[in-house]
């Protein structure tokens, strides 16, 4: 492979949108698997934002993800210290063939000539030098027109993975893409490995142009509807909230939408230590295992068990002469499954979804562009909640219909408006805020701030909420 290039022409392309529901209950709706940190102490769109980075050589990277997780986008961005060349805001998700060709349109309506590097959020990669050097393989026949894809090297007959039969060499060691295939049953995936398949990783290398014109020819629905939407797109902060079309493109996967019929496709074999953390087990395998193979983390603890993968989040949870299950407890919620049932955690998402569980969707812990709250009990006609304001943060100026408010400051500095006046708290000081008053809370120091809301009233829900003025465009 070559050992160095000119990346400057790339733009990462971060797909976004997954909602993660297999990790349930560390990943859900509200806040899913790739803004967590489940490897390490960054989260999983930051390790995967890094490997490709500007300081990398790279181009800024381009984003695209669910509406609902600007915020945090933009946050995880932040604190990287990277600005993204485009959020790009999807009004419903709709898969990756049409999330990728509002990208290559942006993308070409800035640089014609861009190479786009189509990298999932969620993936663990252990090399990323390696990822790069394939990456530098690859690029020639990109700027030739191939759409480029990267097969990892299996080690294992994996049974949750599509795959990649490898056809003629195009030099450099790159290889002719004969067919696609399905994820296969066990005895299949064997034969696979055995005959030199590589699994198929979703991330791809291709020219914006050739990618645009291959999605024309391929699912011309898609592109129409891509068009449309970013044609109506608008600006939204640092946003590009793409147009209402965008719902109407049929939801489909750029590979069953181009891969697998394009007659232009590549790849690159890559052994780079990479996992698709798509469930538990996945989790599991690529951890870091202690003697008797247990991956442990968090609040976390084993007495005879083996094979297992034991997480403690905010609760000490201990797991006593069990074999191969995957035991997760949250505050509110546990999880225990076998590794070999990891896919139907899934279904007990939905399960509590029809059962009208909140659990199933969105954390006690609710974040904001201003910080994050959390309820802490709720009853009849009163709910108490913490909230943590980061330094410079600032709620809506707002009212409600339906409750009145109580802060009590914990620690930190909160400068209060409260109708026409103003205040400054300071800790164990507390503001009554009565039913229709006109308010808002800000962080004006250095600190986080940490407060105690407490609210009454006949109705406690978040749509009872009037924003009279905000500084991050919300309704």
């Known amino acids: 492979m070559p050992q160095s290039a000119d ?19 560390v990943s859900r709706l509200s806040y899913p698997k790739q803004f967590l940190p489940l490897l390490g102490d960054s989260s999983l769109i930051q390790d995967t934002v890094l490997r490709t980075a500007p300081a990398q050589g790279f181009g800024a990277p381009m984003i695209v993800c669910a509406e609902d997780h600007r915020f945090i986008v933009a946050e995880h961005m932040r604190q990287l210290d990277i600005e993204p060349a485009a959020i790009l805001l999807e009004p419903k998700g709709r898969n990756t063939a049409p999330a990728l060709a509002a990208a290559a349109l942006v993308a070409r309506e800035k640089t014609p000539e861009s190479i786009l590097l189509v990298l999932p959020a969620d993936h663990h990669i252990a090399d990323p030098a390696g990822l790069r050097a394939a990456v530098a393989a690859g690029l020639p026949l990109a700027r030739a027109g191939k759409l480029v894809t990267f097969g990892m090297v299996p080690d294992a007959p994996e049974t949750g993975y599509g795959y990649v039969k490898p056809g003629e060499s195009l030099g450099d060691g790159v290889q002719a893409v004969e067919r696609f295939v399905e994820k296969p049953d066990r005895a299949t995936a064997e034969l696979f490995v055995a005959e030199g398949y590589l699994w198929n990783s979703g991330m791809f290398l291709l020219s914006a142009e050739a990618c645009l014109a291959e999605i024309a020819r391929h ?34 996967s750029i590979d069953y939408a181009v891969m697998e019929r394009t007659d232009h496709a590549a790849v690159v074999p890559a052994d780079i230590g990479w996992a698709d953390l798509g469930s538990w087990s996945s989790l599991w395998q690529v951890g870091e295992k202690n003697a008797d193979g247990n991956v442990l983390q968090g609040d976390a603890w084993t007495i005879g068990t083996k094979n297992s993968l034991v997480r403690g989040e905010g609760i000490a949870t201990v797991a006593v002469g069990v074999e191969n299950l995957i035991v997760v407890a949250t505050e509110d919620a546990v999880l225990v499954v076998s590794k070999d049932a990891v896919q139907q955690v899934k279904d007990a998402v ?18 904001r562009p201003w910080g994050y709250y959390q309820t802490l009990h709720a009853g009849d006609r009163f709910q108490v909640k913490r909230l943590t304001v980061k330094p410079g943060g600032k709620l809506s100026l707002q009212k409600h219909f339906h409750r009145a408010e109580h802060w009590v400051v914990v620690n930190g500095t909160a400068l209060v408006t409260r109708g026409e006046e103003q205040m400054l708290l300071q800790e164990n000081e507390s503001v009554y805020l009565p ?27 978040e749509d009872d909420i009037v924003r009279i003025e905000d500084a991050f465009g919300r309704a």
Request: aromatic share 6%.
């Open 350 to 367: 939905e399960l509590l979804k029809a059962e009208g569980r909140g659990e199933a969707s969105a954390h006690r812990q609710i974040y």
């Open 219 to 252: 699912a011309p629905e898609v592109l129409k509807a891509a068009e449309e939407s970013v044609a109506m797109a608008t600006s939204d902060l640092s946003f590009r909230r793409l147009g209402a079309a965008f719902a109407e493109a049929p939801s489909i």
């Open 435 to 461: 039913l229709g008053c006109v308010h808002r809370l800000e962080n004006p120091g250095k600190v986080p701030l940490n407060l105690i809301e407490v609210q009454s009233g006949a109705y406690l829900g």
């Open 7 to 25: 990346f400057s022409s790339v733009i990462p392309v971060i797909l976004s949108g997954g909602s993660g529901s297999r990790l349930w209950p």
